[in-house]
């Protein structure tokens, strides 16, 4: 039996060629990214990783290195959902959100890659898929955009048939609605546009700007109130003609139990790089079986279309471009706005060697 000998720990850091901000002030102009590579004992090679927006990365590092990796060496990737669960108790009393769940996130990743690579399988074979290909929507049409820039972003993704565009809109309500104006002049009256708040208003401000965007058909609105503040979300949801959409700043299967026990969203949005890795991510996707609603992950549209395609509420997932070509050696393709479900043993992503060089944090 091969068991899990050696743990690589690579702190990214990487340039963003157009630096923007959130509508909440926040910048991003370096997207960190922590790689974990495992190697078991016959030599099989398993590889995850995360990104953290804003800084943060050094901590999630740290965790790995002296939390996480003694819990991994001598562990049968076979068990890897008890390995999870280990990670999970011993991180239990200092984070069960944030920092821990990004490290349990890239260590789980690792070990279903290698668990893949070592049965010869794609990871959604691996898993059990239920469709082949999935659509793919266009995000990055930023607050920090200007009204140029942002049409500008809108057509790129209509010129490469996206299943849809989303844009990020702030406090200024009247700029706001302008944007979301020219993202759907822009798409035309068949398009789908989506809208994202990044938890800029209250539960009143909400109300006032979806009764002002009513006319335009939105496909959802994302994260209009902080995402700890569930109640308001029950309280809005079904108030407002605009569908509800959350979950990228939940941290494990219980958050979202929770969306959906309050019926306080219509769309959930799992992100496996920070919600618990392929383990966690699959739980959530059979509770959104269970209770039949659709799954749109957040950004990483390259692993989560291996994984939403395994539930039968899969509905899109979600590009950006903050990560350069050549960061990758191997990843699949969008063609005609749908990714092929990648063939490829293991996660279908791979890191280009070079670019843990290129982009390496000094420690």
């Avoid at 008890?82 to 959100?97: E, N």
């Avoid at 020219?182 to 798409?187: A, K, L, M, S």
């Avoid at 989506?194 to 938890?199: F, G, I, L, R, S």
Wanted: charged share 20%.
């Amino acid at each position: 039996m091969a068991v899990i000998d050696h743990v690589e720990v690579h702190h990214l850091a990487v340039p963003q060629p157009h630096p923007i901000r959130s509508s909440y002030g926040a910048a991003l102009d370096v997207l960190g990214v922590v790689v974990v590579r495992v190697t078991d004992t016959d030599g099989g090679v398993g590889e995850g990783w995360t990104t953290v927006i804003g800084g943060g990365g050094a901590s999630v590092v740290s965790f790995l290195s002296t939390e996480l990796v003694p819990l991994v060496i001598g562990t049968d990737p076979a068990q890897v959902r008890g390995l999870w669960q280990r990670m999970f108790m011993h991180s239990l009393s200092r984070g069960r959100k944030g920092v821990p769940m990004y490290a349990i996130s890239a260590v789980d990743i690792a070990v279903w890659d290698l668990r893949a690579r070592t049965a010869d399988q794609p990871l959604h074979a691996h898993l059990g898929s239920v469709v082949t290909e999935v659509p793919v929507y266009g995000d990055g049409c930023w607050v920090s955009f200007s009204r140029a820039e942002l049409r500008e972003a809108a057509e790129s993704y209509t010129a490469r048939d996206f299943w849809g565009v989303k844009v990020k809109v702030g406090a200024d309500l009247d700029d706001a609605i302008r944007r979301v104006e020219i993202v759907r002049d822009v798409v035309g009256p068949a398009g789908r546009v989506m809208v994202d708040a990044n938890q800029r208003y209250n539960l009143l401000t909400t109300r006032r700007f979806a009764a002002a965007v009513a006319d335009l058909d939105l496909t959802w609105l994302e994260e209009p109130i902080i995402a700890d503040s569930i109640h308001d979300y029950g309280r809005l949801h079904g108030t407002i003609e605009v569908p509800i959409a959350a979950g990228e700043n939940e941290y494990s299967r219980y958050g979202f139990r929770e969306l959906l026990e309050h019926e306080a969203v219509d769309i959930l949005q799992p992100d496996a790089h920070r919600m618990g890795g392929v383990t966690e991510f699959m739980r959530v996707l059979a509770l959104a079986d269970a209770w039949n609603i659709p799954v749109a992950p957040h950004t990483s549209w390259e692993l989560h279309s291996q994984l939403v395609c395994c539930g039968t509420t899969a509905m899109v997932v979600e590009y950006y471009d903050w990560l350069p070509d050549d960061f990758f050696a191997v990843r699949p393709d969008i063609v005609n706005g749908v990714v092929a479900v990648s063939q490829v043993p293991g996660t279908g992503v791979s890191i280009d060697p070079a670019s843990l060089v290129k982009y390496r944090v000094a420690q």
